[in-house]
C-alpha cells in the first residue's frame, strides 16, 4: 500500500490517510465542525473514518485495521458484531423500530438490571446518559423540595449546563459559551474523597437535594474511592435527608454486572447507566427506590419519544445475557490487568515518567507524572506528549482515547494485547522526550 511504510521490525507503520482526510475535508462542508460530537473536532491529525469493525478490530477508508480501545467512548463491551447482539437487532428491526407503547423488553430488560441492582426497585428508560443524570437530578429535587445539589471535581455527569460546571478548571467565566448564567447558584463542588468538605457543605446548609458521584472517578483519572468514601458519603446522605446518586454510565455494567455498588456494597437511591447496557445501540436508565421512581406517575416529568423503545432494549437483554455468563467479568479484569502491566513495564523499560490506573477492563494512562490518585494528578499530566504518542500509536494500527483512558471489551484477547504493547514500546521510541 502507497500510504504505509515498513520500519526495521516490519512493522507496518502508516503514514497518512489520505481517504480519511478527504472524508473529514467534505464531512467539513456540512457538518458543525466535520464531527458529530465536538470533542472529535481535535483529533490528531484528523478525524478517521471507519467503515466497519468486527471484535476487537477496526477497518478505516483507508483499509488500515486497528485494534479498537475506543469502543465508541465506552459502549462497545461485547467489541463489534457480537452474534447474538446482532440478531437481537436484526430480528426486532424486523418487527419495528419503535412502537410508542409496551413491549416484552421494557420489563425483561428492566428485570436485568434489578438483578443486577437487587437492592433497588424501579428502573426508568431514557436515551442518553446526560438526559438520565438530567431525570436522576429532577426525581432529587421533586423528592426532597429542594434546589441545589454537590458534585465532586472533575467527575462527569453529562453536557447539560447545570452538570457540566466543575468537570474542567473554568478558563473563562462559564465552562461553555451559552450556559445558563445562574447555574453557579445551584452547583456546590467538593473535592473528589474529602469526606470534611462534603460535610461542611451538607451541614451549613438545608437546600442541598442530591450529591452526585462517579463511584470511580473514570472521568478524570480512573481513580477508585479512597476506603470508605462512599460509606461516609452514604452517611452524611442519610443524615441530611439527601439523595445520593452513583453515576454508573461508565462502570455499569462494566467492571461488574451491579457496577461498582456491587463492588464497593455501597447502595445509593439513584443510579444512572447507559454505555455497556446496551452494547451500542443508544441507551441509558435510572435504577433507584421505589418512592423515588413512581414519583414519574404524580407530577414528575419523565418523558422522550424514544425511551424505552424496542430496538434498544432487545439490544440490552441480548448484551446483558452476555454479559452474565459466569467468568465474563474476570475475564475483563484479567484483560485490563495485562494492559496495564504492560504499559507499566513498556514506560519503566522506556525510561519515561509515567502513570499507569486500571479497574477492570477501564486502563487510564498518564504521561509524566509519578502517579494519578487527584484530580489534580491527572491535570497534571503531560497532554501534549500523550498526544504525540496517541498518534503514533494510531500510525501503529492501535485506536486509543485521548487522554490517556483505554476501554477493553471481551473481545480483547492476550495477543491482541501483546501485539498492542509491542507497539506502544514502538510509539514510546519515536515520541521519547
Ligand atoms: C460518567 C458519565 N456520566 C454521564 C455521561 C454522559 O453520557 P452521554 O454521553 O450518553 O450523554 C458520560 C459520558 O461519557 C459519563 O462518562
Redesign the pocket.
Known sequence: MKNVATNEQSVKIIQSWPNSEAAFRRAQKSLGGGVSTGLRAGAQPHPIFFERGHGSKLWDVDGNEYIDYVLG??PNILGHGNPRLVDAVSEQIQRGATYGSGHRFEYEAAEWLLKAYPQLDRVLWS???????LTALRLARATTGRQHFVRFRG?????SDQ?IVGYRPRTGVADTRGQQDDVDDYVHLVPWGDVGALSDVLSRRDDIAAVFL?PIL??SGVIAPPPGFLAAVRELCDRHGVILIF?????GFRIALGGAVERFGVVPDLV?L??AIAGGVTL?AIVGRAALIDQVTTGTTHAGTYNGNPLSLAAACATIAELAVPGTFDQLEAAGARLATGLREALRRAGVVGAVNQIGPIVQCGLGVTEICTFEDYLGADVDLYNQLLVELLRRGVFTLPGGRWYLSTEHSDEDIDRTLDAFDAALGAVRP
Open positions: 467512548w465506552g436515551n442518553t446518559g446526560t438526559e438520565a443524570d467527575h462527569y455527569h453529562g453536557w452538570m462517579e473514570v472521568n453515576d454508573e454510565v461508565i462502570t444512572v447507559a454505555k441509558s
